[in-house]
């Protein structure tokens, strides 16, 4: 086993503190998977993380649970289980999902890798592939869709700093990376420069090949200078249970996805800003931003120095 250091040891703890923390998020999965998992149900959870999902599946009468997770906290989660009980109804397997084959087929999938804009931790890919490969005809799939959310904002990048020529070397390369990098900032309704709009409604219990495409028109709402667009989430994780981190955020283990302009575009009040985005695995983006009958088309993949030529994916 590969020893970790205390600096990646402390930020595992730290990480999963302020997920498990979040009430809003957490209590809201408990009572999905209370609504959904029956006592004849074998579950899967896809990212389990320090096992709390799994463990709420194994409490609510999961005949058996499988806990997958690539990353060094399943070892906790497995010393957790052990713990509460639990060690004998959860098996963990360390390992990448799509290197994951199940013993035997899952009644219900539950998964929570999603980051601040909902599917950019993979979340559209990996589901898809469990789909094929470990779930019943009709399985259950906590959460069942996510309902991405846009508005143009105000919200500058501070790229300064790197236009400041420190130590006199000329660092401004950096900030042309910085326009084309998807970031996570809190926002709250002060910066919108038009109302909110659904860009995309993703279901993850339809067959998919897991790229995500939204489109909105927007309506300036005041003269302004956009530079960016905001993104968020709604995840149904039942019918009638579902979560979000729209501004104002009641999540505090999610900020808001951030997509930002390489120039700021100004705008009157009732101009139209239509906005385009696509990404084909969530890691991967290309946005563009229309008004005035000019555009901005951006990519996480220009100018971007920590994409090898042979890893980019295409667009």
């Not at 194994?58 to 989660?77: C, N, S, T």
Request: aromatic residues 10%; contains cysteine; glycine residues 6%.
């Amino acid at each position: 086993m590969k020893r970790l250091s205390n600096f990646v040891a402390r930020d595992i703890f730290r990480y999963h503190h302020s997920l498990l923390s979040d009430t809003e998020r957490t209590d809201g999965y408990r009572a999905a998977i209370e609504s959904v998992v029956r006592p004849e149900h074998v579950v899967a959870d896809l990212g389990c993380g320090s096992g709390i999902l799994s463990m709420f599946a194994a409490r609510a009468g999961a005949r058996h649970v499988y806990a997958i997770d690539e990353h060094a906290v399943i070892a906790l989660a497995r010393e957790f289980a052990r713990d509460n009980g639990l060690a004998d109804r959860i098996t963990f397997i360390e390992a990448s999902s799509y290197d994951v084959s199940l013993p035997e087929p899952a009644d219900v999938l539950v998964t929570e890798i999603m980051g601040n804009g909902g599917v950019d931790e993979g979340i559209v890919l990996a589901v898809a592939d469990a789909c094929k490969r470990w779930l019943k005809p009709g399985a259950i799939i906590v959460p069942r869709a996510i309902e991405l959310i846009a508005a143009p904002v105000e919200r500058e990048l501070d790229t300064a700093y790197w236009l400041s020529r420190p130590y006199d070397f000329d660092l401004s390369r950096a900030a042309s990376y910085l326009a084309n990098i998807f970031d996570g900032i809190r926002f709250d309704a002060a910066a919108f420069v038009a109302d909110p709009r659904t860009i995309a409604r993703v279901g993850l219990t339809s067959e998919t090949e897991g790229g995500v495409h939204g489109t909105a028109d927007f309506i300036a709402s005041r003269s302004a200078s956009i530079a960016g667009i905001a993104l968020w989430f709604r995840a149904e994780l039942t019918e009638q249970i579902t979560i979000t981190n729209a501004p104002p955020d009641h999540c505090p283990s999610w900020k808001n996805g951030y997509f930002p302009l390489r120039s700021p575009v100004a705008v009157d009040a009732g101009d139209r800003v239509s906005f385009d985005l696509r990404t084909y695995d969530g890691v991967a983006w290309k946005w563009s931003v229309s008004c005035r009958g000019a555009t901005i088309e951006q990519s996480s993949l220009e100018n971007y120095p920590f994409w090898s030529a042979a890893a980019k994916p295409p667009l």
